[in-house]
């Protein structure tokens, strides 16, 4: 079995959804992690927060974002086992954040030894 990356990337949904339909999309996307992990094919994952984020560049400067309110950003990822890439896009299929217009999932298999 290998592993993959599910990442999720967000267009800025600022003024765009409601407090109400956030946490509804939040709670989707806890039930649909479930229902991987009900498989015994959930690994990790986690949301990725701005607070505090840095970008280090090639000639070590430290900028300040990156920032959720430009157009595209990674708001988190989760790590699944499949068989192959088209078992973890049917995973990624399934992923509630792909309700919000512009969004996408990049499925990356991990390497390993």
Do not use: C
Request: no cysteine; glycine share 10%.
């Amino acid at each position: 079995m290998k592993e993959f990356i599910l990442i999720f990337r967000h267009e800025n949904a600022t003024g765009k959804v409601s407090p109400e339909q956030m946490q509804q999309w939040m709670q989707q996307q806890m039930d649909w992690v479930g229902s991987i992990a009900a498989q015994n094919k959930f690994v990790s994952g986690t949301g990725l927060l701005f607070d505090d984020a840095k970008v280090v560049n090639h000639h070590g400067v430290v900028t300040n974002g990156p920032f959720g309110d430009i157009k595209e950003t990674l708001g988190g990822y989760i790590i699944v086992k499949a068989a192959s890439a088209d078992e973890a896009a049917e995973f990624a299929k399934g992923a509630p954040i792909l309700q919000g217009e512009g969004n996408t999932v990049e499925v990356r298999q991990i390497l390993t030894s």
